[in-house]
């Protein structure tokens, strides 16, 4: 039977550092199997996503840090979270839940759950998490479980339980966390907001988002194995761009990957040949006496039309339109020109595709690469 009364405190006591799990995913499980609990309207409506038919409260149960054994494999499974119950119709359920803030999709805990609850009438599982590419991936993996598999998104949750709160001011709350941490439905950039920028707050809050979400939801395996290494890489603000770093030893052949919103400090025009606009960019940088740039820049002119033929504005080190000395190498695009996807996830994806088309050309044949290590320390 599911609890009458849940508090969510003595909920939250039970976790301890150190139980292998991040405070914020326990503390956002927690909140929710609360809510869930808590809120009728809320409950009735999720289940009914997932069962297809609404179910008997008074036979619910709903648990986490619950233990199964796997006899198969001799070893104890701890689902996120654990509810079962009876269907309107009479027919039992089980839902087995795993949740993700922050960590990455593993495929083999989702079998575990599946062979926990193979074999059970109506057994369905349910993968939840803030990351689209996650749920994309967890999403081709149907086929391979006996259970019913359901793929949601934290921003869908938001919006069922921001529609379902009226009447529960823990869901009211739950709502709020969740808008600040970012677990809403994106807002994508638009060409109005674009336009209007020009240094607002709220605009460049999205330009470090969408850098953020680069960096940790896409693959870097274009770039060569140097800048590949995640304690090199950072997403920063600073000199008019929002974007990546990928840190070169002592900074020379430094890359940065993201967005140009003034070009005061790079002293380029845009890619519409304006001052004010923003662009997708690459860049290389190095000192202007460093040993070795020579060698570099010629890497860079041998790749520089190919490159070109990928789409944007490319410039190098000596063009007259490059007038920062520390710039070797810059591709540019307008941001505008991604903007024709709706949506966050489809207009990261084209910048990325952008992206790996500039870098695939760029290091074909390994000679840009072996130029750039004349800039690290020898031993």
């Given at each position: 039977?599911?609890?009458?009364?849940?508090?969510?405190?003595?909920?939250?006591?039970?976790?301890?550092?150190?139980?292998?799990?991040?405070?914020?995913?326990?503390?956002?499980?927690?909140?929710?199997?609360?809510?869930?609990?808590?809120?009728?309207?809320?409950?009735?409506?999720?289940?009914?996503?997932?069962?297809?038919?609404?179910?008997?409260?008074?036979?619910?149960?709903?648990?986490?840090?619950?233990?199964?054994?796997?006899?198969?494999?001799?070893?104890?499974?701890?689902?996120?979270?654990?509810?079962?119950?009876?269907?309107?119709?009479?027919?039992?359920?089980?839902?087995?839940?795993?949740?993700?803030?922050?960590?990455?999709?593993d495929h083999s805990q989702i079998a575990?759950?599946?062979?926990?609850?193979?074999?059970?009438?109506?057994?369905?599982?349910?993968?939840?998490?803030?990351?689209?590419?996650?749920?994309?991936?967890?999403?081709?993996?149907?086929?391979?479980?006996?259970?019913?598999?359901?793929?949601?998104?934290?921003?869908?949750?938001?919006?069922?339980?921001?529609?379902?709160?009226?009447?529960?001011?823990?869901?009211?709350?739950?709502?709020?966390?969740?808008?600040?941490?970012?677990?809403?439905?994106?807002?994508?950039?638009?060409?109005?907001?674009?336009?209007?920028?020009?240094?607002?707050?709220?605009?460049?809050?999205?330009?470090?988002?969408?850098?953020?979400?680069?960096?940790?939801?896409?693959?870097?395996?274009?770039?060569?194995?140097?800048?590949?290494?995640?304690?090199?890489?950072?997403?920063?603000?600073?000199?008019g761009r929002i974007a990546i770093v990928?840190?070169?030893?002592?900074?020379?052949?430094?890359?940065?990957?993201?967005?140009?919103?003034?070009?005061?400090?790079?002293?380029?025009?845009?890619?519409?040949?304006?001052?004010?606009?923003?662009?997708?960019?690459?860049?290389?940088?190095?000192?202007?006496?460093?040993?070795?740039?020579?060698?570099?820049?010629?890497?860079?002119?041998?790749?520089?039309?190919?490159?070109?033929?990928?789409?944007?504005?490319?410039?190098?080190?000596?063009?007259?339109?490059?007038?920062?000395?520390?710039?070797?190498?810059?591709?540019?695009?307008?941001?505008?020109?991604?903007?024709?996807?709706?949506?966050?996830?489809?207009?990261?994806?084209?910048?990325?595709?952008?992206?790996?088309?500039?870098?695939?050309?760029?290091?074909?044949?390994?000679?840009?690469?072996?130029?750039?290590?004349?800039?690290?320390?020898?031993?």
């Open positions: 039977m599911m609890d009458s009364n849940p508090n969510l405190f003595i909920s939250l006591f039970h976790w301890r550092p150190g139980d292998g799990r991040t405070p914020g995913e326990n503390f956002l499980t927690e909140s929710f199997v609360y809510c869930l609990r808590r809120n009728e309207t809320f409950r009735t409506g999720w289940f009914k996503k997932i069962l297809g038919s609404e179910v008997i409260d008074a036979d619910l149960r709903i648990c986490t840090r619950a233990s199964h054994v796997d006899d198969e494999r001799e070893t104890t499974i701890y689902p996120d979270i654990d509810i079962r119950g009876v269907l309107t119709s009479g027919q039992p359920f089980s839902l087995l839940v795993e949740v993700k803030w922050g960590a990455r999709y575990k759950y599946d062979r926990l609850i193979a074999g059970q009438p109506n057994a369905n599982l349910v993968f939840l998490s803030a990351n689209s590419i996650d749920c994309r991936n967890a999403s081709t993996q149907r086929g391979s479980l006996s259970s019913t598999f359901h793929i949601f998104e934290w921003q869908q949750i938001y919006s069922l339980l921001a529609t379902s709160s009226q009447d529960c001011r823990s869901s009211q709350e739950l709502v709020e966390f969740m808008n600040k941490h970012g677990l809403n439905p994106p807002e994508p950039i638009t060409q109005s907001l674009l336009q209007s920028y020009v240094t607002t707050r709220d605009f460049l809050k999205r330009l470090r988002r969408y850098c953020e979400k680069l960096l940790n939801e896409s693959a870097w395996d274009f770039l060569p194995p140097h800048y590949q290494d995640a304690t090199r890489q950072e997403v920063r603000d600073q000199y990928f840190h070169r030893h002592d900074w020379n052949g430094t890359i940065t990957i993201g967005y140009l919103h003034s070009n005061q400090d790079h002293r380029v025009k845009f890619a519409d040949g304006s001052d004010a606009s923003v662009d997708l960019m690459m860049r290389i940088e190095a000192n202007p006496t460093v040993v070795g740039r020579a060698e570099v820049v010629s890497a860079l002119q041998k790749r520089a039309s190919q490159v070109r033929q990928c789409g944007g504005v490319v410039r190098l080190a000596g063009d007259r339109d490059n007038q920062n000395p520390h710039t070797l190498f810059i591709a540019q695009r307008s941001l505008s020109e991604f903007l024709e996807n709706s949506d966050e996830t489809s207009q990261l994806l084209a910048m990325h595709a952008q992206i790996r088309e500039w870098s695939t050309v760029l290091f074909g044949g390994g000679e840009l690469e072996k130029a750039l290590e004349r800039f690290d320390p020898i031993g």
